[in-house]
């Protein structure tokens, strides 16, 4: 009976993962918001349809009890996650939401296969990874002036990637984590946040070449100093969101090809002047030339992938256990042994699915600023998954970083959380100021004239509430030519993507809080 | 109704709105565009990789498997048991081959490693295609049973070519020519695989017999005479039109720059054609030969029959030699165009020479897995015959068989005109120095019958003299046994 309910599981979760990801395509094609919405829910089912088919399955090959407890506690973690985000922060993307629980379901599934003690572990730092994601999006909100220290960020990311290039204890020949009080640290998990702010806060007013050579630098000290602890991935992750911030800020494609042109050099040289670097091309050309040796963990990788095939081995079939590290920087290699490289491509496109909710909310912001943080957000996220994919799949050498979300480890769960939230704080940020906007026209063309009552804006938000009387009386929340209805073409808050109308509020009445009081002010100490 | 005018300070112009955006789907896009190779890469893996790593030397996924499934059995062509493995009251499982030394290189070992077809086999005799349904039935015990291999291999045939060769150490291949079954496959000296584990110690330690070797595959043999079908073959190219006029006066003995080359037992051929030179193995006529071929010619037939080159086969194999520089002396020549100089090669090889000009110059690819079933009996896959490539032409083919059935009508293989079939051939006695030893190895290759060819046989006995001597009566006691089990 077991083997039937094993056998049968396999096809269902993988067609429910199916379902989901095209799901997170058909999404834009839909218009109605009340036709998303029911889509976004359809989804969390099938999400949960899923970690119940898996944790029945689990439950019945690891016969272990708790497990059972394990799956209530999973479920309740998830079903907070979504409806606090949905529910506090009505204007979040749901879209992104949902595949950061589906992401990170994946991840509770997989990494209880592969040891429960992790699991649980992991269990862990994921609740309290959520909570402080959580505050993130009202941090952004209330607390501008965080986000703009950039040149203490500068300062901080580069002492913190220093201290683990001088002090950080040395695992599998690379320096990148530190032991506090029994749970080890990746500082450059977060660092990668921390680095895409400053970039950010540099490259904003990047109009003069002196500028954009001190980013630069900036940005080389660090890959450098990625480069000497042996992080390689990392240094790549920080080298090309570096390149795609400054593309994006300048709008040169010269400086992206003066960089790859530079990078390639860079990396000839670090192939032939560090043995760490030859040791993974040399495994990447031929892993089985020093197969009991560095070409072990990525031949392992392949057997795993090539003996799951399309539709895997079954959860618990097959033995992924035998690759290194499965967990944490082969865990896409895990997940086709045993659920199928059809499962591996769903998985893919859900990442890609996620990557292209953070481009596309980049591209609805209109603040310069946030749109590099969102934009280099975006690519380290996308890098980190090309990387971890490519590596395991052997497109590329294998580099060793995570699978964000799905693979083992705290600082990895934390800073992704911790990234998600700010990309959502962003479009927050950017729904607050159309709501906004939107109301000045309101106030424009309504018939009571700056009575409007805009249905989405939260009570408390404003710091001078001017609309509170209208929305306690209802007064003037009738049809008013249909401009506060959200989707009716006014704007499209989720899940369009590609470039869209924008409107500009720069010149609305809270202008305390537009950029171009900065840009005054760096004129002025640029004077000095 | 009050209306208020609103005027718009630095209202942005649509241009602006629309350029702002490209730069980020210019990054966009790229990314996706990564997503999508990684996507393709892994498809890509999928279809074109995933065989080769699965039969990779260095895959250890099936030993998880052994934890899941009892390892299946294999099945000779005519329905006996060749590997099964026991379960006894305890739970031990114990791998049994009623056949004892008989299969011992063929199918191999599965314990202390694994060889022959139970390693080229592991991934199927250790997973099941059993439907879930009728798997759940044998529930009791928690392991399944493996899928069934069932081999191309006849129990019978295999006996009497086991006996045949008797206590010479050496091979004997038998194939179908039209097919590529191979249908019998003896090395020795064998072992006994029931036994292996216990007396593993002494095999490995044991370098002078190497008993573990599969002489019929990896064994690496000086091909003699047998090899003037390959020397005839290239006369005949560089010749054409030409060759039937051949004409040589044999005296036993030619000298050539300090080389000498004799007949065997320096018998005088007296004048002879090609077709006699051939069928008497004259090597005079032949090292004559070898100095008017041109070397790159030759080497480069050599090379298209597969001699420096992986045979394409699934069973693991020695690489066939052949060596003659472009500049070789004359005494390399005529030495090398016997069959003796530096050319090495597998029986198996052997045989598949003999089959491409039993098959009228196609070599079938020669397989041993004949289908692949559940241990119900439910099919799985079937291996299909197929083709490697033409290697001669239909007319070459022809004139090599006929070639080949003057030698057992009027040659060194006489003993096989004595039956109720036809057959074609050619002998060879490989003159070897070994560790300090001399002697001749016995060959012979052809096949039955000559019109239609049903079977090849590849023979050959270490240090068993001439090849009509021993091998030729081992090939013909093949070929009788092959016609009593499957009619003429």
Redo the contacts between chains.
Sequence with gaps: ????II??SKYLILLLMALYTLQCFTVFRLKDEEAKGYLFLRQNMLMFFMHFVAFMVLYLELSETTILLFYGAQVLYLAAVLVLFGNLYRKASRLLINNMCMLTCIGFIMVTRLSYEQSVKQFKIAVLSSIVALLIPVIIRKLRFITRMYWAYTLLGIGMLGLVAIAARVTYGAKISFEVGGISVQPSEFVKIIFVFAIAGLLTHARDFRRIVIATGLAAVHVLILVISKDLGSALIFFVTYL?ML??AT?NPFYVLAGVLSGSVAAVGAYFLFGHVRVRVEAWKNP?KD?QGDGYQI?QS??????G??FGTGLC???PG?IPLAAQDMMFSAI?EELG?VF??CL??V??SC??MF?NI??QLTNRYY?LVA?GL??TY?VQ??LT??GA?K?IPLTGVTLPLVSYGGSSMLSTLIMFAIVQGLYMLQRDEESKAEK??Q???S???GEANYTGVQEGYYEDDRYAEARETGYGSEGRNGWDEPGNGFYDPDGYF??R??Y?A??GPDYRERPYQEERYDEKTRRK | MRVKEVRFEQEPEPVQSGGRNTELGIVTYTFVFLFLIMIGYLVYLNIWKVKDLNSSVYNTKDIANMDKYIRGTILSADGSVLAQTDVLDDGEEVRVYPFANKFAHIIGYATNGQSGLEAACNKELLSSHVSALSRQEDEGDTKTRGDSVVVTLNANLQSVAYDALGSYNGAVVALEPDTGKILAMVSKPDFDPNTIGEVWESLVTDNTSSVLLNRATQGLYPPGSTFKILTTLAYMRQKPGEFQNFQYDCISQITVNDVTINCYNNTVHGQEDLKGAFSHSCNTAFAKIGMDLDNEDFISVCEEFLFNRSLPVTLQHSTSQFNLNRDASYGEQMTTAIGQGETLMTPLHMAMIAATVANGGILMKPYCIDRVQTWEGDLVSTTKPSRYKRLMTEEEARILKEYMQETVLNGTATELGWYNFTAAGKTGSAEYISGGQEGTHSWFVGFSDVADPDLVVAVIAENGGTGSQTAVPIASQVFQAYYSIYGN
């Design positions: 009976m077991i083997n039937l056998q049968i795609v593309f994006v709008r089985f197969y031949g392949l057997f795993a992938i090539s003996a095939g399309w079939q097959g033995s035998a086709c490289c591996g491509i893919i496109l990442c890609m990557f292209i481009a980049a591209m749109r934009v975006g690519t996308a998954t090309f994919v490519g799949t497109l000045r026209i106030e424009a063309w018939p009571y004239h590609g470039p109308y924008e500009y720069d010149d």
